[in-house]
């Protein structure tokens, strides 16, 4: 799931752009739940991961609703916080090297290096953090087009422009019975996040569906209500678990306003798909 550079702030901060976030069951280890945080798109050969934020996952147990709401979410949480030291180097050596500690929701810490083909391991986890390939694709220019002619201006074999580009990637594959407890299943919602670390944190960028804010959020010409307000960085303050009273009418102008506008390329093209808005 993608959501490359989401808000204007994370245009002056890509460190702290969240790229995608992926969770999946693990194909290795039965029983097991595979988490990637992809973070700093476009990040160059030698970039490493910031020493001022927390990458963080929560995990809350979900459970379907059978009232407007698609999901019920648990009030018990469960968290993986990855912070990292200033870079260093190894003496007579060139390249930085970077340490990383993970910690879990009941204060354990794992250590681990940044990079290499290596992973750490302790109970109930595996960890892995460093530079990896984008796998997501765009037609840049297929984006503006669409949105000013109001019809699909994406292209058979258009350029990609984020061919051959790096993100900085933390995996890890837990064992929630183990890292979790027992009453975390089977339906589980997972965020991925980036927060300041030290004092008051603050949320710098926050992600769970796939372009949000990039996408749904970012075109402010559908939008009768909000058209003057640039929405994208207050949804990423949000708790995505508990958004706030004040701003839900307002993300949801948005959301109706712009899914409005996607129904319409999809009828242009002779598809028609109906969606429910909710923030």
């Given at each position: 799931m993608a959501d490359h550079f989401s808000g204007p702030r994370i245009l002056c901060d890509p460190a702290s752009a969240v790229a995608h976030v992926f969770s999946f069951p693990s194909p290795d280890r039965p029983g097991c739940l595979v988490l990637v945080l992809d973070v700093f798109p476009a990040a160059a050969p030698t970039a490493l991961f910031s020493d001022a934020i927390t990458y963080r996952f929560r995990v809350r147990p979900v459970a379907p609703a059978a009232a407007r709401a698609a999901f019920t979410v648990g009030d018990t949480e469960y968290g993986l916080d990855f912070t990292f030291a200033t870079p260093g180097r190894l003496p007579g050596g060139d390249d930085p090297l970077q340490i990383g500690t993970c910690t879990t929701s009941s204060g354990e810490e794992v250590v681990f290096l940044v990079g290499g083909d290596k992973h750490a391991e302790a109970e109930g986890l595996r960890i892995f953090a460093g530079p990896r390939l984008d796998p997501f694709f765009i037609?840049?220019?297929?984006?503006?087009?669409?949105?000013?002619?109001?019809?699909?201006?994406?292209?058979?074999?258009?350029?990609?422009?984020?061919?051959?580009?790096?993100?900085?990637?933390?995996?890890?594959?837990?064992?929630?019975?183990?890292?979790?407890?027992?009453?975390?299943?089977?339906?589980?919602?997972?965020?991925?996040?980036?927060?300041?670390?030290?004092?008051?944190?603050?949320?710098?960028?926050?992600m769970g569906r796939p372009e949000i804010k990039y996408v749904v959020l970012a075109s402010k010409s559908h939008d009768l209500v909000n058209s003057d307000l640039e929405i994208r960085d207050l949804y990423n303050e949000e708790n995505a678990f508990a958004l706030r009273p004040e701003y839900v009418e307002a993300y949801r102008a948005r959301f109706n306003a712009n899914l409005a506008f996607f129904d319409r390329?999809?009828?242009?093209?002779?598809?028609?798909?109906?969606?429910?808005p909710t923030p």
């Open positions: 037609d840049l220019a297929g984006v503006p087009a669409a949105d000013a002619t109001q019809k699909p201006a994406f292209r058979p074999g258009a350029d990609n422009v984020l061919q051959g580009m790096n993100v900085l990637s933390i995996l890890v594959e837990v064992d929630p019975e183990v890292v979790f407890g027992l009453d975390c299943g089977p339906l589980l919602g997972v965020v991925g996040e980036t927060v300041t670390s030290g004092g008051r944190p603050v949320r710098l960028e926050r390329l999809e009828n242009s093209s002779g598809r028609r798909t109906t969606r429910a």
